[in-house]
């Protein structure tokens, strides 16, 4: 009998990020193609840039919605609040379309400096705007640029929380006790995420897709022997432009050809982790340095 990791009849689980940010970036000084480019001074409306992440909720997410309908997938959207905030129908419709809401964190700002009660207010008001626009709870969280406190796994626990993605280090979820209570890791990605191979390594369309291809066939090889998933991050206002929603197109006709390929939602991959026997536990990092610098939360 043939060994599975997955639920029965799954080799690789695929996850998909779909990130709603536009809407929720700082009013000035907010990062975008332009911002090498004829540095502004402080304090000056940036136009340019401002309509580049304003395609993200007029345009993008709707056509990359419109991919995952296509290929009968659902996707996990982890949403800033404030972005949700300025456009709650797009979350709404998120949500009516079978996707998973999460959360970002209530503004496009750092969080790995704020203080305990602060960064508390940061992720409940984040949970408040999901709740208001789309009537669901989220129970997954991305942190802002993946960097939180060390007091932040106990917040997402005390605030009803299953799971976070601020993770690189494995191609499967694991567990990590959080105040003796197991917690679940679903880990992001870098190398197949598309705002740091196009917006930071300037990859073409062609080079992504190679690199969806390649790691795909490596990670469904390995899955013969172990637990492997595989997870790519969208980002409205950057994979939802016209090539890149097709070349991605492409990828996902690809992927679903091959037997035993599942594209799961963050929160589904969470919860089968939680109940399995076999999955891999490990430390918890914050709590290490929680401990360290003598923070508690």
């Known amino acids: 009998m043939t060994k599975t990791f997955w639920p029965e009849g799954v080799r690789l689980v695929i996850s998909v990020s779909m990130q709603f940010e536009a809407g929720g970036e700082a009013p000035f000084g907010a990062m975008g193609p332009f911002s090498n480019m004829f540095g502004m001074k402080d304090g000056y409306p940036d136009f340019p840039t401002q309509s580049w992440y304003k395609y993200g909720y007029r345009e993008g997410i709707q056509r990359m919605l419109d991919l995952w309908d296509k290929y009968a997938i659902k ?107 197991d917690f679940v890791v679903v880990p992001y990605t870098m190398n197949l995420n598309d705002i740091i191979q196009f917006e930071g390594y300037q990859y073409s369309v062609d080079a992504f897709e190679r690199q969806l291809h390649d790691e795909f066939d490596q990670l469904y090889e390995e899955a013969g022997s172990r637990r492997r998933m595989m997870s790519i991050s969208t980002h409205d206002r950057i994979a939802g432009r016209p090539a890149r929603v097709r070349s991605l197109g492409r990828f996902l006709e690809y992927a679903l050809r091959q037997p035993g390929v599942v594209f799961m939602r963050k929160d589904e991959i969470a919860r089968f982790a939680a109940s399995s026997a076999d999955t891999v536990r490990d430390i918890n990092e914050y709590d290490v340095w929680a401990r360290k610098l003598g923070l508690s939360a």
């Open 75 to 181: 996707v996990t959207s982890h949403m800033v609040g404030s972005a949700v905030d300025r456009s709650p129908e797009v979350a709404k419709e998120i949500v009516q379309r079978g996707h998973e809401a999460a959360a970002h964190g209530r503004d496009w700002i750092p969080q790995y400096d704020l203080s305990l009660e602060d960064e508390r207010k940061f992720i409940a008001d984040n949970i408040d705007s999901i709740i208001k626009a789309t009537g669901v709870r989220p129970v997954g969280y991305n942190g802002a640029a993946m960097r939180g406190t060390p007091n932040t796994l106990n917040l997402l626990q005390d605030l009803g929380f299953e799971y976070h993605i601020d993770d690189v280090s494995r191609d499967e979820p694991f567990l990590i006790p959080v105040r003796g209570k």
